[in-house]
């Protein structure tokens, strides 16, 4: 009972299916859940109706229906298959026209015309292939009904109209131009004659298989009817080829008046459509083919519901000679076979409770990660501004190094162009004494110890200056490479920072990119701040307030990052430094060294990257899309305070 209550509900849904498409839905987890919900309580319904015994007179009449709606769709799959060979019999019928009528224009050589009435003819053969177009879709499509028909009409009549203006505007007013017009109307009439008894001829196809159906049930009432109409479309597809005669007549006539020009034009035209009605026909074959294919498929799902169907009887039929007693074991095993179902639903239902809280878990989870980068986002920034607060220091020391040791260079040459021209000048001297003075007297030997003496002291005094000198010439060499050290290990750094910035901005929301900009406006305001007063002591207040803000910053945020635990006590140690350095005067001499490129007048304030050069103010970095110094493309911009 079970099975044949089944196979009949799965066959007509099938049926529903297939007659009534709609679209794909994309089902969420509510409405899966609703789904299985609804399946299991209609699961219960069917359990409780088995237990009643309510199932069993039910099933006849469903195998019945099914039944009916097998044959009518036999029915109808075959008329389809009909009217589709009706009309692959029409197109072929009209293709062998066409090639007979380019058959004729090859052979018949007459003398050409004027132009209008070449132009004429070309119109009149387009009205009249288009027209038998529009014909053959007419027969084909047999579900249309009259309401299409005036729409055709009008396309006619616009291109009637149309050929009629063009030829008025570009012909002579003769005789003979007065009869091709005769000629051309008389066409139109006929190509319109044509058109309505093809509308007609389909209405009456549709109102007869109407009839036909309704006829299952009274097929005594509706045979004068049928046959009535049978009769019609028969008298009418009788005067349509008439018709057609009568046009493929005068076609004749009008090719053969036509010149050879005109004729070619022609022949090309119709070549063109016969290879487009031939590529029509091969997908007319290829969607019979498809057609054939799915009614076969169709006709053995058919056979398979037979055959279920002839299970299912016989297996009423031994059901109906079982004894109560097995009647019970047998709704008793389809009860168990239910409840598995039913708990196989209950487990699919708690799967789908367990990811949806899952996939809450992660969303939590991904929400609580989003907000610490975008933490991790900002202090990376700021630890980014101090980082580039240190590289503008490190720049002032290497620049004070390095002048420092210009000038202890410039000390050491000039002490060793003294000592070599006195060494010089006493070797000259004593030499031209001696030459010159020879005979006048000669000097003690104990003075020219004492002379001697004093010699080497004076030399070894300027032998230590000089080794002083080349101490502090080292020294200054090794704290230069210290500071170039420092500042390639602080660029390095300062670019590890930049990627993890780049990095967390890819996955953190824009409360980053908010806090970022406050902070950049109260470090404007503080620049605005120095520049309106100008005064040396605002600015160390200034950057006394900033060192100790991002000492604070650096502490609260400490514990976040062990990994920036080491560059942290390194900022800390510079930042205690530039303290300690805010009361000493900086030198006159590297003064300029920190003044924007561009403008020449307020100091810089912007490191730009990423040739991370430090020449140029705020509003200079905002106006300037290139660097002064290299050339390069700014793509971001660090400002700092001054």
Known sequence: MEETHNTLKFASRAKRVEIYASRNRIIDEKSLIKKYQKEISSLKQELDQLRRGIVGGASQEEIMSLRQQLEEGQVKMQSRLEEEEEAKAALMSRIQRLTKLILVSTKNNIPALTDGHQRHNSVSEQDKLSTSQDSSTLVQNEGTTKDHLPDSLDEINQLRSGSGEHSSATCSA??????????????????????????????????????????????????????????????????????????????????????????????????????????????????????????????????????????????????????????????????????????????????LKFEHLKITEEQCDLINQNHKLSEEAAYAKELASSAAVELKNLAEEVTKLSVLNVKQAKELLVAQEMAHSRVHGRKGRTTSRGRDEVGTWSLDLEDMKIELQARRQREAALEAALAEKELLEEEYKKKFDEAKKKELSLENDLAGMWVLVAKLKRGALGISDFNVDDRTVNLADITNGTKENKGEKNFALVEKQVSEDSVKSLSTEEHRSPEFEPLLVRLKAKIQEMKEKDTDPLSDKDGNSHVCKVCFESATAAVLLPCRHFCLCKPCSLACSECPLCRTRIADRIITFT
């Open 174 to 351: 003769t005789d003979s131009m007065q009869a091709g017009f005769t000629a051309s109307d008389h066409m139109d009439l006929l190509i319109e004659q044509i058109k309505m008894l093809a509308g007609e001829v389909a209405f009456g196809t549709s109102s007869l298989k109407r009839l036909i159906e309704q006829s299952i049930d009274d097929p005594e009432g509706s045979k004068d009817q049928i046959e009535n109409l049978e009769r019609e479309i028969q008298q009418k597809r009788r005067h349509m080829r008439a018709l057609e005669k009568q046009i493929m007549e005068s076609g004749e006539a009008s090719v053969a008046n036509a010149s050879m020009v005109d004729m070619q034009q022609t022949i090309t035209k119709l070549t063109a459509q016969c290879s487009e009605k031939a590529f029509e026909l091969e997908l007319k074959s290829a969607d019979n083919r498809v057609l054939q294919e799915q009614l076969q498929q169709k006709n053995a799902e058919v056979n398979d519901l037979q055959e279920k169907v002839f299970h299912l009887e016989q297996q009423l039929s031994a059901k109906v000679g079982i004894s109560p007693e097995q009647e019970t074991d047998c709704a008793q095993q389809e009860a168990i076979d239910l409840k598995s179902k039913l708990q196989s639903k209950e487990a699919e239902f708690e799967k």
